[in-house]
């Protein structure tokens, strides 16, 4: 009898432990998610050898400390996970909202810009792969698991995997995904129509990726009436032909060979780093032609391309141009191409 009223308490301080522990939340995460066949069949087992005799009991006991070293095990694994996401680079600025003109140097518009918030570095690996785990034990699928280390920015992500991760990104953090297809929120980056027809909810509160419009009104934002010339890298006191005024804001092929951690070049007047060079940037919008004077533009609503921005450190400076305009195929992951992400306030 003594040995069942031990086993006993040993099962009940086990359940008290893991369901505490699952059930916790700070702050800025949801709450863990209950590791899935964590102690039920063990227990299972442990509890009809208590009834027999006591050769079954000892067995029970060795049932027990397996199920325990197991919850042990993936309550550490949980942890490890939230912990990367709340230690991660996730700053984010607050742009004021006002009126530019877009422009590549050939086409341009007017265009108000709502105020948002954006990213204040690029996404770093760190910050991928973290919710990338969170997102894999949480019914999330993607085409690629990205590539990079540590402050690093995350590359060899297609555009699709990126709405995908801001989902599930807002999702972990307890905010509102913004896209979704027939009002289901996407989850699968494999799924080509959902996510080529993806409907970007704006008034979410959840992560985005910016728009077009968004990203060059941030990357030449000065002070609401004046704005880093089209051709300057952002933050660059002179055109994208000076190399000293270039290479103090902009990782590229002048003065690297590889990514770099994010922050370590001169931030732009609104004190967001890496708007030229590094890595590429995902932007929601499909390529197309500028319209006329718009508020919140965002793009056609179909295309064959998705718009990139901000050059890279594997190419010259023409393309650190805060007005140049890349595209990419929406399906394809490259060494070059990483992204920000931005909200709605």
């Known amino acids: 009898m003594k040995k069942v009223f031990w086993l006993s308490a040993v099962l009940a301080v086990l359940f008290i432990f893991i369901f505490s522990f699952v059930g916790c939340k700070n702050n800025n995460l949801t709450a863990v ?12 087992t442990a509890v009809a050898l208590l009834t027999a005799g006591p050769a079954a009991q000892l067995t029970a006991t060795a049932v027990v400390a397996a199920a325990t070293q197991t919850a042990v095990a993936m309550v550490a694994t ?5 912990v990367a996401i709340q230690t991660a680079v996730i700053a984010v600025i607050s742009v004021p909202g006002g009126t530019y003109t ?8 007017s265009h108000t810009i ?3 918030k954006m990213g204040k570095y690029q996404v770093t690996y760190n910050l991928w792969y973290a919710v990338y785990q969170w997102a894999i034990a949480n019914g999330y699928s993607f085409a690629d698991a990205g590539a990079g280390s540590g402050n690093m920015p995350v590359t060899t992500v297609n555009w699709r995997d990126v709405i995908v991760w801001c989902n599930a990104y807002s999702q972990e953090a307890g905010l ?7 009002s289901a929120v996407i989850k699968d980056s494999t799924n080509a129509t959902a996510c080529d027809s993806a409907v970007c909810v704006w008034a979410n509160n959840g992560y985005r990726l910016p728009s077009e419009g968004e990203y060059q009104y941030a990357a030449s934002y000065i002070d609401g009436s004046s704005w880093t010339p089209y051709n ?8 994208y032909t000076d190399a000293t005024a270039t290479g103090l804001v902009a990782w590229y092929s002048a003065n690297c060979s590889g990514t770099q951690a994010v922050g370590g070049k001169t931030a732009n007047a609104l004190g967001i780093y890496d708007m030229s060079g590094n890595v590429w940037e995902w932007c929601w919008d499909w390529y197309g032609t500028y319209p006329g004077t ?7 609503g179909s295309g064959s391309f998705r718009v990139i921005r901000g050059g890279s450190y594997n190419l010259s400076a023409d393309y650190l141009q805060v ?20 909200r709605t306030n």
Not at 78 to 82: P, R
């Open 33 to 44: 998610a209950t590791p899935t066949m964590i102690i039920p069949p063990q227990t299972q």
């Open 78 to 82: 949980q942890t490890a996970v939230v």
């Open 102 to 109: 877009q422009t590549d140097g050939t086409s341009s518009f």
């Open 114 to 116: 709502s105020t948002f």
């Open 176 to 182: 509102t995904p913004c896209y979704t297809y027939f």
């Open 232 to 239: 300057y890298a952002s933050g660059a006191t002179a055109d």
């Open 294 to 300: 718009s508020t919140d533009y965002r793009g056609s």
């Open 323 to 342: 007005g140049y305009r890349g595209d990419f195929n929406p399906y394809v992951a490259f060494i070059n191409i990483g992204f920000r992400f931005a």
